[in-house]
């Protein structure tokens, strides 16, 4: 076992990356965002890490910086938050049909407004599309852990996909945390230098992001598209050598005493963990209540999702975003979809909850869940709302 | 390009969709975008190359008699060529077969 030490979750992912031995940090700072990009300049500053640290104008100019850069063959970073992701989005999407394995750590923050500078998922549902991989995290250690595997993951060669990894902002981001902090040997072995396919180079002259007539979009649209969706295996076979290396195996769908619930809650990041303590509650009243939590969001995991849940008769969606004027939160949105083909699925009841940093307690988890469970039983086939308003 | 961009399938892209035949620009067509091409009248050119100068695709080339010639080829008729020639010896006209 590594060194187990109280830390701040945004310093351990800063860690993280100079653990990673990343080349070139290119960020502008926004709450909640500032401590992660503080701490690594300061190591940069230091001389404690060989690394770029580009203090750039914009969030766009952010993530254009790791572009140009990562293209050279040099490992990148970022980190952002909430309008800061909505001014840098136009990049977002260039970067994975080029195919460049940058990492991003997101501070989740809403978007604004009214004007907000606490956490919910508004800020990364508004890129859902753009075809990054991206993790949610529940703790810290998962945030530490995950920009390892992400690196690994991207980075590999039938892979090659920037990679976004998922910290609520505050919830995560400015608490302390337990972590253990793995040997810097294990990493070197765990994660080799980048070794990319193709590269700018003078010697060796290619065009990288040339423009696709209609005659040809749609093929390098389909590449994209194939290369993420095959890429589920690759995503187990590293969480499962990170697994080996530290004890903590991940997996896509993760659930909570979920093998015999007639309900089960689903969460995306921090909330798993104060979700089961509602559920333990509930359990211990003697109902049938369990736990299943998104860690993979893209690629969907389809397969492991239905899996989990395919004995289940009620799933309670705890949405962290409004989907205006759409079918719901877009978790629940994409739950129906991965359902409906089944011949049996369970009910779906959405509620939108915590949106802008709100506490949700256990006791909130444990109100929607009987709330859901008496509207689906009366009928109510199309449950949603936001949850704790006042009328 | 070893073959036409409508004759790639998609698993045969390049990673990143990676050009890497440098310089392959020069193969591709513009000219048929234009309407109205440059003819150039001879006796009034005065050889100040302001036409090379000023034509954004480069389209325009020195010949063996000291004129500039628009290669029609890349030429896509946008007249700035004809706008600032200052003896009014390139004239835009409507693009026929040959």
């Not at chain 1, 990492?103 to 599309?129: E, G, K, Y």
């Not at chain 1, 070197?188 to 007539?213: C, E, N, Q, S, W």
């Amino acid at each position: 076992m590594g060194k187990r030490v109280g830390m701040e979750v945004s310093i351990a992912a800063a860690e993280a990356v100079r653990q990673s031995k990343v080349d070139v940090i290119s960020a502008y700072p926004i709450t909640p965002q500032t401590h992660v990009v503080e701490h690594l300049s300061e190591i940069v500053a230091n001389g404690e890490m060989d690394a770029e640290f580009f203090c750039v104008e914009s969030e766009h100019s952010a993530l254009s910086v790791c572009v140009g850069s990562e293209a050279t063959g040099a490992r990148s970073f970022t980190c952002t938050s909430s309008q800061g992701l909505a001014l840098m989005s136009e990049i977002t999407y260039i970067v994975p049909p080029l195919r460049l394995p940058i990492l991003m750590i997101l501070s989740n923050r809403t978007l604004s407004a009214p004007l907000s500078i606490w956490n919910d998922h508004s800020d990364v549902m508004s890129i859902r599309d753009c075809g990054w991989i991206q993790y949610f995290c529940e703790n810290g250690q998962e945030v530490y852990d995950h920009v390892f595997i992400g690196y690994r993951l991207g980075e590999d060669r039938d892979v090659l996909l920037p990679v976004i990894v998922n910290m609520d902002g505050f919830t995560l981001s400015h608490v302390i945390e337990p972590i253990e902090l793995i040997d810097q040997e294990k990493i070197d072995k765990f994660l080799p230098p980048y070794a990319p396919i193709y590269t700018l180079h003078p010697d060796r002259p290619v065009t990288m992001g040339a423009f696709a007539l209609p005659s040809i979009f749609a093929e390098a649209k389909k590449a994209q598209e194939v290369v993420i969706r095959s890429s589920i295996p690759k995503i187990l076979e590293v969480w499962k050598a990170f697994g080996d290396m530290t004890g903590r195996y991940y997996q896509p769908i993760e659930t909570y005493k979920a093998e015999d619930a007639e309900t089960l809650l689903l969460t995306m990041g921090s909330f798993g963990e104060t979700a089961s303590v509602a559920v333990d509650t509930m359990r211990e009243k003697g109902k049938p209540v369990g736990l299943v939590k998104i860690r993979l969001w893209r690629p969907f995991p389809f397969d492991a999702f239905k899996e989990a849940t395919r004995r289940a008769k009620r799933i309670v969606v705890i949405d962290r975003a409004v989907s205006v004027g759409g079918p719901g939160g877009p978790v629940a949105s994409e739950v129906k979809s991965a359902v409906y083909g089944e011949e049996s699925r369970p009910m779906i009841y959405d509620f939108v909850a915590g949106i802008s940093g709100r506490d949700v307690s256990p006791s909130d988890f444990i109100k929607m869940v009987e709330k859901a469970e008496i509207e689906i039983n009366e009928g109510n086939k199309e449950g949603y709302e936001i949850y704790g308003v006042r009328e | 390009m070893t073959k036409p961009e409508n004759e790639w399938t998609w698993k045969e892209l390049t990673v990143g969709n990676v050009i890497l035949e440098p310089g392959n620009a020069s193969q591709y067509r513009t000219g048929d975008w234009k309407t109205l091409m440059p003819v150039l009248d001879k006796d009034l050119c005065i050889h100040c190359g302001l036409c090379y100068i000023y034509c954004p695709d480069m389209a325009y080339n020195l010949d063996a008699d000291g004129f500039f010639i628009a290669d029609l080829f890349y030429c896509k008729g946008c007249g700035i060529c004809a706008k600032e020639c200052p003896t009014g010896a390139i004239k835009m006209v409507v693009e026929q077969e040959e």
